[in-house]
């Protein structure tokens, strides 16, 4: 019996030594997991990286203050409408703390004023990659460092066009996207959102969508 149990034994080692090493190695820890995807290229989705028109638009050799941009940046003053919400984009300026000037769709086309006028400037000399200047002179922000339903605010409190002031510009059949240049997240207007917060702009979308659609009107 004694025997037996022995032969058991060793079997059992000989056959942990013929099992090769991999089918028990745990991955390392900087691999990606075998599931994880490319990112998306909105191309196929059937989107198109666009220049937006800014011959018309003002050449200023310093951005308006309280932001100071050194060489010369083109710009074009915008209203800036989203589809979905069905309303203009405003910066409110009345807001205090970490909302103040946060950028939402809510302002009907005949109560436009100045909180709707947005600088859009090309950024590094193209007109398809941007910036935007709020009225309150201050550069558009995606508030990445925020948590929970606020992070990726849009809000004008940036002085400098670093990677969460930079976007890139999409469109399809005449609608437009932006999409953050570092991060990928879409400009999204937040129906569902409520109360002061209700169609705030977040720079965290996953996919351009009825939620990112849309359109930039000429101030005149």
Same mark, same amino acid.
């Given at each position: 019996?004694?025997r037996a149990? /022995?032969?058991l034994?060793?079997?059992?080692?000989l056959l942990?030594?013929?099992? #090769? %090493? +991999?089918?028990h190695?745990?991955?390392? #820890?900087g691999?990606?997991p %075998? %599931? $994880?995807?490319?990112?998306?290229?909105?191309a *196929?989705?059937g989107?198109?990286?666009t220049?937006?028109?800014? =011959? /018309?638009g003002?050449?200023?050799a310093? $951005?308006? /203050? #309280?932001v100071?941009?050194? &060489?010369?940046?083109?710009?074009q003053?915008?209203?800036?409408? +989203?589809?979905?919400a069905?309303r203009?984009?405003s910066?409110e300026?009345?807001?205090?703390g970490?909302?103040?000037?946060?950028?939402?769709?809510? +302002? *009907? %086309? &005949?109560?436009l /004023?100045?909180?709707?006028?947005?600088r859009?400037?090309?950024?590094? @000399?193209?007109?398809?990659t941007?910036?935007?200047?709020?009225?309150s002179g201050?550069?558009v922000?995606?508030?990445? &460092?925020?948590?929970g339903?606020?992070? =990726?605010m849009?809000?004008?409190? @940036?002085?400098w066009p670093g990677?969460?002031?930079?976007?890139?510009?999409?469109?399809d059949a005449?609608?437009y996207y932006?999409?953050?240049?570092?991060?990928? &997240?879409?400009?999204?207007?937040?129906?569902?959102?409520t @109360?002061?917060?209700?169609n705030?702009?977040?720079a965290?979308?996953? +996919?351009? =969508?009825?939620?990112?659609?849309?359109a930039? *009107?000429?101030?005149a």
């Amino acid at each position: 019996m004694r025997r037996a149990r /022995g032969l058991l034994s060793a079997v059992v080692v000989l056959l942990a030594l013929l099992v #090769p %090493a +991999s089918a028990h190695a745990a991955p390392s #820890p900087g691999a990606s997991p %075998a %599931a $994880a995807a490319a990112e998306d290229d909105p191309a *196929t989705k059937g989107l198109t990286r666009t220049s937006l028109d800014l =011959g /018309g638009g003002e050449a200023q050799a310093n $951005a308006l /203050g #309280p932001v100071g941009i050194p &060489g010369a940046s083109i710009c074009q003053r915008f209203y800036i409408y +989203s589809y979905r919400a069905a309303r203009y984009v405003s910066e409110e300026q009345g807001y205090t703390g970490s909302s103040h000037n946060m950028l939402r769709a809510r +302002s *009907t %086309a &005949g109560a436009l /004023g100045t909180w709707e006028h947005f600088r859009l400037c090309a950024y590094n @000399g193209r007109t398809d990659t941007i910036y935007i200047q709020a009225s309150s002179g201050y550069l558009v922000t995606a508030e990445y &460092g925020y948590s929970g339903n606020l992070r =990726g605010m849009m809000r004008g409190r @940036g002085e400098w066009p670093g990677v969460w002031e930079v976007f890139e510009v999409w469109s399809d059949a005449g609608v437009y996207y932006l999409r953050n240049q570092s991060t990928k &997240g879409w400009v999204s207007v937040r129906v569902d959102m409520t @109360g002061s917060s209700a169609n705030m702009l977040r720079a965290n979308g996953a +996919s351009a =969508g009825p939620w990112e659609m849309l359109a930039f *009107t000429s101030v005149a």
